[in-house]
């Protein structure tokens, strides 16, 4: 069977599922264990058996057998690909993410299957290619979807998007562009990995925040209070964040 064919992510409001927006202090993904971008999937894998049932867990094991074992494609569409369809309704919405990206590590995707998933994929499946992303493509092929995703309003796409695999790879003007693309879009910048070290002495990120505040405050509407948050991060003497939000050590 095909996988229907879904167009480049357009701009798209998000009515379900958990929300992208601020977090409270020691909410960001460097403080959720189990961000599966930020979780090496051998971790990701012991967190999940732990709290799936067993039902969820058979299938779960089931999926990843097939895509260790048949990573290529049978017909017109990979065995593991169908099994990424599944997995909100086997694994359940709040681990569906996590059960896309072991498959997606199992089955070894590339960044052309990976390419393929996100193009033809749902929105959830888009969203698993993007925490995939640090897990399984070292260099910046990958940037193509990570670019996409950055066009669009789904706030759970942007937030997905601007993990570690973007801190790593996106040019300074892209980067500079998603973090305003994150607060003009209500996405709190506790998503973007990296920011502390990324934004520390850009004078153009800071040009750009003030821009926006002050166009911001002549249209007589609200500064977003993590712009200030940015804005101080730019400065030379900000002090980065200890560690790195990547799962695997590097930075860009």
Known sequence: MNRPHATPATPEAVTTGDQAGPRTPGEGPAADATTPAL?????LRRLLDGRLDGAARAWLDQALDEAAAHPGAHGPISVWELRLA???RRC???????????????AHAGPGALARVYFQGTADERRAVLHALPHLVPGPDALPLVEDALRTNDTRL????VGPYAARHLDAHTWRHAVLKCLFTGVGVDHVADLARRARGDGELARMLGAYAEERGAAGRAVPADLHRVLALTQPDATPAHGTDDPHGKES
């Open 39 to 43: 979780t090496p999937p051998d971790r």
């Open 92 to 106: 359940g919405p709040a681990h569906a993410d996590a059960a896309r990206v072991l498959i997606l590590h199992a």
């Open 158 to 161: 942007l937030a997905a998007a």
């Open 86 to 88: 599944e997995a909100g």
